[in-house]
């Protein structure tokens, strides 16, 4: 049976034994470097900061306009509500709902210092594929080259019956 003393003598052996392959030169280099490495992940464990534009319609569930975590800024989806409630863009055509849903995408990165040059990637939904040209036309009135990232899906339905739904990612520079 070993004593305490002998299993602490061990432990201060095998500590000896890492100390004495790395060297003292190396044990200190890995003692700087550790902290560094520790804030090279940091970003990736970002804080969570609210965007929320008084311009753009509300969120209407338990979502968040927008948040920034790091360099990043994450938007819901914009549907084509109007922010002042005179226009009801379900009764719209899919250019017209288009446009309301950018314009509401530019208030909410506006509220952030962004603007849509900011905008890296997009997802873009419609309740009927054969809108892509009418779609494509308003978002490339929108965005200049190099554009952001894109994807473009049919669903079956959209909130409140409207055609289009336009979800961004934004960086800042």
């Not at 095998?14 to 470097?33: C, E, P, S, T, V």
């Not at 049919?154 to 800042?172: H, W």
Request: glycine fraction near 6%; aromatic fraction near 8%; charged fraction near 20%.
């Amino acid at each position: 049976m070993s004593s305490p003393a002998s299993i602490a003598s061990a432990d201060a052996m095998r500590g000896k034994g890492i100390q004495l392959f790395l060297g003292d030169h190396y044990m200190r280099k890995l003692f700087w470097a550790l902290p560094l490495l520790l804030a090279c992940v940091t970003p990736a464990m970002a804080d969570k900061v609210l965007i929320e534009s008084p311009d753009a319609p509300k969120a209407i569930g338990p979502y968040s306009q927008a948040i920034r975590s790091g360099k990043l800024v994450f938007l819901s989806g914009s549907l084509p509500f109007d922010p002042v409630g005179k226009t009801d863009y379900a009764k719209e055509d899919v250019t017209a709902q288009t446009r309301r849903a950018i314009d509401n995408i530019a208030l909410t990165l506006k509220a952030g210092a962004m603007t849509l040059d900011d905008v890296v990637s997009a997802t873009v939904y419609v309740t009927d594929i054969d809108d892509f040209p009418a779609v494509n036309a308003v978002y490339a009135s929108y965005f200049k080259p190099p554009y952001p990232a894109r994807t473009f899906v049919q669903v079956a339905k959209l909130l409140r019956g409207v055609k289009v739904e336009i979800t961004v990612t934004a960086a800042s520079k």
